[in-house]
């Protein structure tokens, strides 16, 4: 509740949240005042604001945030008055959108990230409080059905290091789906797509095609009925 902390800390704080940087999001967290991360769900980059004190008639704020610098990709944690935070957070925001200047070809598999990046493009999602509020639970339902049709098809394929990641990522999706927000769900869907599109794009065809009525209908993302809607079109 925004009564529990100092007026003059909400002040000092809420320029924060006018931040408007497609490669950053604020996230709600318990124990921090503010909590913003990487929008790579593949990155464990934050910034975040733990606490505040008084010290010589000021407000000094501890915060803690990953990466340190350009040089060092560990986490470090900090105390400054408003001004300094400010140009701590600033730092750490360049460090992020930088990282978005690097040619894709450092990427562990370019091929794989390609097919994520393609994903994320092309399938926006329309719900303006995508980062901070989950599915509803019709929507969960349409997912669960969905990734439970994954895990059906990709158990019936040949066993390999591909298909058991696939399996491992789809099941830690159905099972934490009503602790994720929109864009993570989404964002996860989207990595199991790439990883099966890459495995067969034939199999990635199948479980489109034969298993998503309910994920139409209930329209979790317009880029997905899309999406699906294409791949039908095409057959």
Not at 63 to 69: I, Y
């Amino acid at each position: 509740m925004k009564k529990n902390i100092p007026l003059q800390v909400l002040i000092e704080l809420e320029p924060f949240l006018k931040n408007k940087s497609n490669f950053i999001k604020f996230r709600k967290k318990k124990d921090c005042i503010l909590s913003f991360v990487d929008k790579d769900i593949d990155s464990d980059f934050y910034f975040e604001v733990t606490k505040y004190e008084y010290k010589a008639s000021k407000i000094t704020y501890i915060a803690s945030k990953k990466p340190m610098s350009p040089f060092n990709n560990e986490n470090t944690t900090l105390s400054a008055p408003i001004e300094n935070l400010k140009l701590q957070f600033d730092s750490w925001l360049k460090i992020i959108e930088d990282y978005d200047k690097v040619p894709d070809y450092f990427d562990e598999d370019p091929i794989l990230k390609g097919y994520q990046n393609e994903f994320f493009e092309n399938l926006k999602l329309l719900d303006n409080d995508a980062d901070i509020k989950p599915y509803n639970f019709k929507q969960q339902l349409a997912i669960e059905k969905h990734i439970n049709s994954i895990i059906a098809t990709i158990e019936n394929e040949k066993q390999s290091d591909e298909t058991v990641e696939i399996l491992k990522d789809s099941s830690n999706l159905k099972d934490n789906i009503g602790k994720l927000t929109k864009a993570e769900t989404f964002h996860k869907i989207c990595q199991i797509w790439a990883k099966i599109r890459k495995y067969s794009f034939q199999t990635l065809k199948n479980i489109m095609t034969s298993s998503s009525t309910k994920l139409i209908e209930y329209s979790v993302s317009k880029g997905v009925e899309i999406l699906l809607n294409s791949i039908k079109d095409n057959l």
